[in-house]
């Protein structure tokens, strides 16, 4: 530690007296090139529908314009790299949408690509429990405990689903369902089938967190039975915080990821410092986003100034990538300062 010297007295408020010294001296930017904002695609309408439980979002439908038009003004804004979740007009016990030709984010990135090109950034999350009957992310089967989920079977569905979204367009693939091996699974597959080019953005450390209330409910997406602490992490076990990130980085992902992000600033800031050979992801999820959302709807706060210092702490903690469902307010507040 530096020794700070006693006399004379120090004045750190010297350099907070003016608008102008406090962002000469800044050190933490958040930019709207950091951020991802996540799309909801739903192949059973034909015309944007308001998200109730993400107040001002919507669902797209993935062959319009609209979805285009959202894209591009996002871009206007500096926003270039989309989370693309879909969802289906069907779901089933193999969760067969996920990995159709035509599905939800198949057909929204075909569409996306065929009007805006190779600029945005389209991510797709891997996960069957939109899709699925039963709301789990893996395949559920019968075992001596009752019912699990099968962690290798899942993962044959997994490599069909990223080869599925890598055909479409996909630039990066993100793996949210917490199977062991998923990286190195979908790696693979990737490989095999001609998409070296694509890459992973692993969920790597990512918790049974209560925080994903909204988006279960916007993707109807909860599981009919148990819950999903067998396969997403233990809030309160830490020796799974690098394992899981070392996993990943042994096989193969490209960018790591944390989820959710404000309960879990110490961990952002621990793979930040011990793992720098690969940027970090944060995801900024739907409970985090309507809990800021109704602080200040409560009239407790400032929302644009409670959004951009939640950034800026996630940002601080040592996260590169933010996935947020407040980059375009974020972006149109950030222009302004
Ligand atoms: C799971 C998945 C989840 C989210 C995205 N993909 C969590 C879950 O349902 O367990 C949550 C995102 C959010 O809350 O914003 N495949």
Request: net charge negative; aromatic share 8%; charged share 25%.
């Amino acid at each position: 530690m530096i020794k700070l010297p006693r006399f004379p007295v120090m004045r750190p408020r010297r350099l907070r007296v003016s608008p102008a010294i406090r962002s000469l001296v800044r050190d933490v930017y958040v930019l709207p090139s950091d951020f991802v904002l996540p799309v909801f695609v739903d192949e059973r309408i034909t015309t944007p529908k308001p998200i109730k439980s993400l107040p001002g979002h919507q669902y797209y439908p993935p062959r319009s314009s609209e979805l285009v038009t959202l894209i591009q003004e996002a871009m206007d804004l500096g926003v270039k790299a989309f989370l693309l979740f879909g969802v289906p007009n069907r779901k089933d016990m193999e969760a067969t949408r996920a990995y159709a030709r035509d599905g939800p984010v198949q057909e929204a990135i075909r569409n996306i690509r065929k009007e805006t090109g190779w600029e945005p950034v389209l991510i797709t999350d891997l996960c069957i429990c939109g899709y699925s009957s039963h709301g789990h992310c893996g395949v559920p089967v019968d075992c001596r405990r009752g019912k699990c989920i099968d962690n290798d079977r899942t993962l044959e569905l997994y490599k069909r689903i990223a080869v599925s979204q890598a055909e479409a367009g996909a630039d990066i693939i993100a793996p949210s369902g917490m199977m062991d091996g998923q990286v190195a699974a979908i790696r693979s597959a990737l490989d095999d089938n001609g998409y070296s080019d694509v890459g992973i953005m692993s969920y790597s450390v990512k918790y049974a967190s209560s925080f994903y209330g909204p988006f279960r409910d916007v993707m109807d997406s909860s599981p009919r039975w148990g819950d999903r602490s067998t396969y997403q992490m233990d809030p309160s076990y830490t020796r799974d915080i690098l394992k899981e990130a070392l996993m990943d980085v042994e096989e193969g992902a490209d960018i790591l990821m944390v989820k959710p992000a404000l309960p879990y600033l110490d961990v952002i800031y621990r793979l930040h410092t011990s793992i720098p050979t690969h940027p970090l992801a944060a995801y900024n999820v739907s409970g985090e986003y309507n809990m800021i959302r109704l602080l200040a709807e409560e009239g407790l706060g400032l929302y644009e100034d409670l959004v951009l210092e939640v950034l800026s702490s996630i940002k601080r903690a040592g996260a590169d990538v933010i996935i947020t469902y407040h980059a375009l307010e974020a972006s149109k507040y950030l222009e302004n300062r």
